[in-house]
Every structure is written in C-alpha cells, then in structure tokens.
C-alpha cells in the first residue's frame, strides 16, 4: 500500500515489514547473499501476486453463479484454490521451524513451496479456459465505483 506497485526492494527496506529478511539473518556472511534474498522473495511476490489474480478470478465465477456445474472450468479452479490453502494452512508451521535451524524442516518447506508454485500454475491455465464471459465482468473497483486506492486506504483503516 505505502511503497507502490512491484517496489520490492523499497518493501524489504522497510522497517515495518522486517519479517520478510527474517529467514535470511543466518546467510548474510554468504557472499551471494543479496542476489539469493532477492531471488528467493522476487520468486514468492510473484506466487503471492498470481494467487490474487486467481481469486479475483474465482470471485468472478461465484459473482456470476458458475462454481456449482462440476464440468465447469471454474470448478477446477475453486479445487486447486482449496488445495493451495490446505497446503498453505497445514504447513504453516514450517517457516517458524526451519528459521529455528531445523533443516528437515527446511528441506520439506521447499518441497511445499515448490507444490504451491506447481499448484498456480496449474490455477494460471485453468483461468485462460474460463468463459469470456468472466473477464467481461467490471473489476470490483468499477462495480464499487471506487478508485482502487480508496478500496485500499478504506480496507486498511480502522473500523
């Protein structure tokens, strides 16, 4: 919200957003240690920014009441979504265990990682075979009639 749109470097810089280097305190006498921080959170924006598309998609696709035909595209795609967050909840812990030092922890967070990552690609396909009828929907911020920095500032305020 405050730093812009793909200010990565400007977001990892921030104080209130310290918990992003966390999990790279240990590496820092590496001396790749830059290129690999900035990799590695360039790679999960990217993954945080395809699963929003996805369910603004999703969200489209209940607007229009199209998730309830099991043969419908949508549906595949309302699947995959529930797999990607069962997978996210359930090992959520992971993060906290592998920055404690626990490499079999490590090593299991990089294989979910890389299932989430399969997993949006997947969601990625399944939005190009939804009907044109969904994309002809009006982004929320057109059906509120809102600036979509009013829809932030309104969501991030206080009551």
């Known amino acids: 919200l405050s730093h812009g749109y793909a200010r ?24 790749n240690f830059l290129e690999m921080k900035n990799k590695f ?22 607007y229009l009441n199209m998730t309830q035909d099991p043969s419908h595209p949508a549906m595949a795609l309302n699947t995959r979504f529930a797999e990607v967050e069962c997978l996210a909840e359930s090992h959520q812990h992971l993060s906290k265990e592998s920055l404690a030092g626990n490499k079999p922890a490590n090593a299991v967070l990089h294989k979910v990682l890389n299932q989430l990552e ?4 997947d969601m990625k396909a399944d939005v190009t075979r939804l009907p044109a009828t969904l994309s002809r929907i009006p982004p929320i911020a057109a059906r509120l009639q809102m ?5 932030l500032s ?6």
Not at 41 to 61: D, G, P, S, T, Y
Not at 118 to 121: A, C, D, K, V, W
Not at 147 to 151: F, G, L, T, V
């Open 8 to 31: 990565w470097t400007d977001i990892q810089n921030d104080g209130a957003f310290g918990v992003i280097n966390e999990p790279f305190k240990g590496e820092a006498s590496k001396g």
């Open 41 to 62: 959170l360039a790679r999960r924006f990217k993954l945080l920014e395809q699963a929003l598309v996805i369910e603004e998609q999703l969200r489209r696709a209940a």
């Open 118 to 121: 399969e997993l949006l690609s």
């Open 147 to 151: 600036s979509e920095r009013s829809i």
């Open 154 to 159: 309104r969501l991030a305020s206080k009551g």
